[in-house]
């Protein structure tokens, strides 16, 4: 990708693509009507007056999660072409001429600040909070878009937030042989693979994980007296430093102990599943899953080399592999 | 007797309670607590309102005033909680006798209640647990992505890298596991009474993560369990002879984890337990030819091994010829898990093995060995752990 396209992309950060915009209609009963029924939301408040006044509010309220759907623009207009030409859809032309021509949608965060009312009248403006770096994902290679939608009412006071999240990528090619699942493969495709149990990140492990996104397996290093350490830790038990840096592994390593896991089941994972734990060249261990081999022929000592899973799009984890079938 | 510490004799065991242990309590926690409180004050011959003490698990959902108001328990002086999962089990009684040996309380009653079979598994892992950004959840971030969630799979990686150093097999695992459902076979309270094992069925049945066959896990329970403790000179007076706890200690060994200290030099042995039995022995004033029997942690048969070594029952790597040379059984050298252990009677995070270890200071257990004067009884294993020494009186 050419630093100019970069630059182009990098414009667009901050900037509002959809300027504030009312509903085409005011919140109102028959919609409620329609999405509770739907929903099969059987809270009073949404519907009878009576009910809602007993929680202490003036009358009903819509539900919160319509508020996106005060906004939408109806079937005619998403069928219709885009058009218009405003900075929206600019950013999507720019976006497919990169070659991120498939979307789906990540992430959407409420925040909601009042309850809406029949009558009120929602508008909505939204503005690029950020634009991800090109990242290979389960779908394909694609870059994140975060956009903030900031909800208004009739009076222009903000009514909900909404942090949204799109990955615009680059399909994949579909492969042929659904019979013939390897880990590897597995991984790339979601649809029929959940989601590895996903590791809880914190100050002291952050760098660890952003690092393996980037296929980068860092051991952590006492700053003052050098010494590697893992799991990682904000200070040297060796020197009550906590100032530390990172080196990053060569890789090599070999297996100090496993398992062969049978029950129970997660369904991130093929079973019988090898865990092991490899000490690394550099000293320190790590545990890690083994690929490329059957767990008979897992031996401890047996040297292995770094390989990487791309779990999700978030997750990509340093694995293991038996040094003869380098490179297969 | 050469006593160095002003804990060891100070205190006793003078009761013991639990509800019965099933797979399906059908009641709440609450009520098991409930129940295997007041059975123990009663079986110590005590009042609820005498006790002013209690102490549990920080895994125990069962707070010590919802305890105290449900049993007619009054006014409290010392309430203390004990973290690390299994490994609290004797660091409770550790608690009590602490507080019971410095006056802060002169009835407590350690507990621990849970339907950990019909409600929330242990044995499930740790894959889809809320997250938050703690030390002790991000410490899972190492392990749970790879598919190493649970305790079977944790003990395992030990298992194999003991098995590599020592030449230990899968049936030195598997002895283990006959000796505690032959005991558990002829214990009424037992989930497994009635129903001992062979070697061949434990070398059958399937594995959970190799090399860990079914067999080698234990049990998951629902169930009560408390133990009420109180000067040595005041349990002379009550409803049966003293188990006097000689000793009580902790343990956290040095680079510790949860269930995965995998980053030492050695991971064969057990250096928290290694540090707990010096202290028990310390405090004493015994060694290990002076203990009877012995109360050892069997969430999983392999960590009984590296234990009976720690202790000083046999050599490093010498256990798995201690077990096949009978000396777990009723008539060896160290009768072992009386009452079937957490593999044949209950999962109650080792505080069921505690009462058994009163049972046999009192000569009531239902595989009563001869002449037991001192039990040696053991909490989890993989964890910051903790240990008794409990004797007779005299």
């Known amino acids: 990708m050419s630093a100019a396209y970069e630059d182009r992309l990098r414009a667009f950060v901050g900037r509002e693509i959809h300027p504030l915009r009312p509903g085409q209609d005011p919140v109102n009963v028959p919609m409620i009507r329609h999405w509770v029924e739907a929903m099969e939301d059987d809270n009073p408040i949404h519907l009878d007056e009576e009910a809602a006044r007993a929680t202490g509010r003036d009358g009903v309220v819509a539900p919160a999660s319509m508020a996106q759907a005060w906004v939408m623009r ?25 070659g991120y021509t498939s979307v789906v949608a990540t992430d959407s965060e409420f925040e909601f600040h009042r309850e809406l009312v029949p009558g009120d009248h929602v508008a909505v403006r939204e503005v690029v909070e950020s634009i991800s770096p090109e990242k290979a994902t389960a779908l394909g290679t694609g870059r994140f878009i975060t956009s903030l939608r900031t909800y208004h009412d009739q009076d222009g006071e903000v009514v909900a937030v909404q942090r949204w999240r799109l990955l615009r990528f680059r399909p994949k090619a579909k492969p042929q042989e659904p019979e013939e699942r390897s880990e590897a493969d597995a991984a790339e495709r979601p649809e029929e693979r959940a989601s590895r149990p996903q590791p809880a990140i914190n100050r002291d492990n952050a760098f660890w994980f952003e690092a393996a996104r980037e296929h980068r397996l860092l051991i952590q290093r006492c700053a003052a007296c050098r010494t590697l350490r893992h799991p990682p830790g904000p200070c040297c038990p060796e020197c009550g430093s906590f100032e530390w840096d990172t080196v990053r592994a060569s890789g090599d390593a070999h297996v ?18 090898i865990v092991a734990v490899v000490e690394l060249a550099e000293g320190t261990r790590l545990i890690t899953n083994l690929v490329g081999v059957s767990p008979e022929e897992v031996e401890i000592d047996m040297p292995v080399v770094l390989d990487w899973v791309d779990a999700d799009p978030e997750l990509s984890l340093p694995v293991f592999r038996p040094v003869a079938q380098e490179g297969h | ?178 000796v505690d459902r032959r005991h558990a076979a002829v214990n009424p309270a037992a989930w497994f009474y ?96 002076d203990i009877d029997a012995a109360i050892l942690y069997d969430h999983f048969t392999p960590l009984v091994l590296p234990q009976l070594e720690e202790l000083g029952f046999c050599g490093t790597g010498e256990a798995k010829d201690f077990i096949a040379d009978g000396h777990l059984e009723r008539g060896g050298r160290l009768p072992f898990n009386t009452h079937g252990g957490q593999l044949g009677e209950a999962y109650l995070h080792g505080m069921n093995g505690v009462a058994e270890a009163v049972r046999l200071v009192r000569g009531t257990s239902v595989n009563q060995p001869d002449d037991v004067r001192n039990v040696i009884v053991t909490a989890g294993t993989g964890v910051p752990t903790s240990g008794l020494v409990l004797g007779a009186d005299g």
């Open chain 2, 1 to 178: 007797m050469n006593v160095a510490s002003p804990l060891s004799g100070a205190a006793a065991i003078a009761g013991i309670g639990a509800t019965e242990f099933s797979k399906d309590s059908g009641r709440s926690e609450l009520q098991l607590a409930c129940e295997a409180v007041l059975a123990a004050v009663a079986d110590a011959g005590l009042q609820p309102s005498d006790v002013d003490g209690l102490v549990t698990f920080t895994a125990d959902t069962n707070s010590e005033i919802h305890v105290a108001r449900n049993t007619g328990i009054g006014e409290l002086t010392f309430f203390s909680r004990v973290g690390y999962g299994g490994g609290a089990a004797c660091g409770t009684l550790q608690q009590a006798a602490m507080a019971v040996a410095t006056g802060a309380a002169e009835v407590v009653v350690c507990y621990r209640a849970f339907n950990e079979r019909s409600g929330e598994r242990y044995g499930l892992g740790q894959a889809e647990r809320p997250m938050d950004t703690s030390a002790d959840r991000a410490a899972y971030a190492w392990m749970t992505p790879y598919g190493l969630s649970t305790p079977a799979q944790w003990v395992a990686m030990f298992a194999r890298r003991y098995m590599h150093e020592y030449g230990a097999t899968s049936e030195d695992f598997g002895r283990v596991a006959v």
């Open chain 1, 74 to 98: 109806g079937y005619a207009a998403t069928t219709a072409a885009e058009g218009g030409g405003g900075p929206a859809d600019e950013l999507t032309d720019l976006l497919a001429e990169g």
């Open chain 2, 194 to 289: 009635g129903r001992p094992i062979t070697l061949e069925e434990h070398q059958a049945s399937r594995w959970i993560a190799e090399p860990l066959h079914l067999l080698d896990c234990c049990q998951e329970t629902d169930g009560g369990q408390a133990l009420v403790v109180v000067s040595a000179e005041r349990a002379r007076d009550l409803a049966h002879p003293p188990a006097v706890i000689r000793a009580a200690a902790q343990g956290s060994g040095a680079d510790q984890h949860m269930m995965t200290s995998y980053y030492r030099p050695s991971i064969s042995g057990i250096p928290e337990m290694g540090l707990v039995g010096r202290q028990l022995y310390r405090q004493s004033g015994l060694g290990p030819d």
């Open chain 1, 256 to 273: 100090y102990s496993f398992v062969v896991n049978h029950h129970p089941r997660h369904p991130a994972f093929d079973y019988p599943l």
